[in-house]
């Protein structure tokens, strides 16, 4: 299996137009628990091009047949960190690997990580402050990280995709 290299541009490109609306082919899951991690798959696809149907994979075929990765916080961590087959793959990362169409998930006033948000550019002098985001369920674009509230942060730093 190839390893290609991650269309950061074309993920932010497309995290751009959809920031603020949603595309029709993709349910929109706002009301039933959010839809943040549905906007950074759909941002990661338009970056690869490839979903991962495997069992344990990443995909979306439609509303009742798409894998738990492409919409749970947790198993999209989990499926990137790990992935060995097609699709994206990364790893966990640190604030100084940020690079836009990377991905921070945060953890809110839960106990767990509940929310991704996709990095659209980061600037200089590095930090909080300086990374910007885009995101769906608090639908953003260019917001800084710095102005979440959150007990915790991770970084997934998108490393390409298989085929």
């Given at each position: 299996?190839?390893?290609y290299?991650?269309d950061?541009?074309?993920?932010?490109?497309?995290?751009?137009?959809?920031?603020f609306?949603?595309?029709?082919?993709?349910?929109?899951?706002?009301?039933i628990?959010?839809?943040?991690?549905?906007?950074?798959?759909?941002?990661?696809?338009?970056?690869?091009?490839?979903m991962?149907?495997?069992s344990?994979?990443?995909?979306?075929?439609?509303?009742?047949?798409?894998?738990p990765?492409?919409?749970?916080?947790?198993?999209l961590?989990?499926f990137?960190t790990?992935?060995?087959?097609?699709?994206?793959?990364?790893?966990?990362?640190?604030?100084e690997?940020?690079?836009?169409?990377?991905?921070?998930?945060?953890?809110?006033?839960?106990?767990?990580?509940?929310h991704?948000?996709?990095?659209?550019?980061?600037?200089?002098?590095?930090?909080?402050?300086?990374?910007?985001?885009?995101?769906?369920s608090?639908?953003?674009?260019?917001?800084p990280?710095?102005?979440y509230?959150?007990?915790?942060?991770?970084?997934?730093?998108?490393?390409?995709?298989r085929?």
């Open positions: 299996m190839n390893i290299p991650y950061r541009d074309a993920a932010v490109a497309y995290a751009h137009d959809m920031a609306k949603r595309n029709k082919d993709y349910y929109d899951f706002s009301e628990g959010g839809d943040c991690t549905n906007f950074v798959s759909q941002c990661l696809y338009a970056g690869t091009g490839v991962n149907g495997a344990d994979g990443w995909y979306y075929y439609g509303l009742n047949n798409r894998s990765s492409w919409t749970s916080v947790t198993y961590y989990k990137l790990s992935n060995k087959g097609s699709g994206p793959f990364g790893h966990a990362g640190t604030i690997e940020l690079s836009e169409g990377d991905i921070v998930q945060l953890k809110l006033a839960e106990a767990d990580f509940s991704s948000l996709l990095v659209v550019d980061v600037g200089r002098p590095l930090g909080l402050g300086s990374v910007l985001i885009a995101a769906h608090i639908d953003s674009d260019y917001r990280l710095s102005t509230t959150i007990s915790d942060k991770r970084f997934i730093i998108i490393d390409g995709y085929k």
